[in-house]
C-alpha cells in the first residue's frame, strides 16, 4: 500500500480565472525600473524574472507612455472672481507658466487666447 501526502502552500499570489498571475502596480513599476537599470534587453530581463515576454513589454509600455503624459501636463493659476488688486469683478484671469496674465469675460474666449499663445 502506497500512502500520498498532498500540501497546500499559499504563495500569496492572485490569479485570474484563466490562471494568469495578477501583478500589483507597484510591482510592475519596480519591475520596469530594474530593467532600465539592469542593462539588459526586455527579453532577457523578462526570462530572468520568469515573466513572458509580451507581458514585460506590455508593462514598458505603458509606464513610457504614463511618463510621456506626466511631462506634457503642465498646470497654470486660474482665479475667478475679484482679487484684491488685479482683474475687476466679473472677469476671470488665467496667470500662465511664464509669468504672463490674461484677463476676460469670457471662458471660450480666454481658453482660444491661451491656446493662441502657447
Not at 492572485?14 to 519596480?30: H, I, N
Not at 504614463?66 to 484684491?84: C, I, N
Amino acid at each position: 500500500m502506497v500512502t500520498t501526502t498532498t500540501e497546500l502552500i499559499d504563495t500569496g499570489e492572485k490569479r485570474d480565472q484563466r490562471g494568469r498571475r495578477l501583478s500589483q502596480a507597484e510591482r510592475r513599476a519596480e519591475a520596469v525600473a530594474a530593467w532600465r537599470e539592469s542593462g539588459q534587453t526586455m527579453a532577457a530581463f523578462a526570462r530572468q524574472e520568469g515573466l513572458a515576454y509580451s507581458t514585460f513589454a506590455g508593462w514598458v509600455l505603458k509606464a513610457a507612455r504614463h511618463r510621456a503624459v506626466a511631462k506634457r501636463t503642465r498646470f497654470a493659476e486660474v482665479r475667478v472672481g475679484p482679487v484684491l488688486g488685479s482683474a475687476p469683478v466679473g472677469l476671470l484671469e488665467v496667470r500662465l507658466p511664464d509669468g504672463m496674465v490674461a484677463r476676460g469675460a469670457s471662458a471660450a474666449e480666454l481658453a482660444a487666447l491661451v491656446k493662441a499663445l502657447r
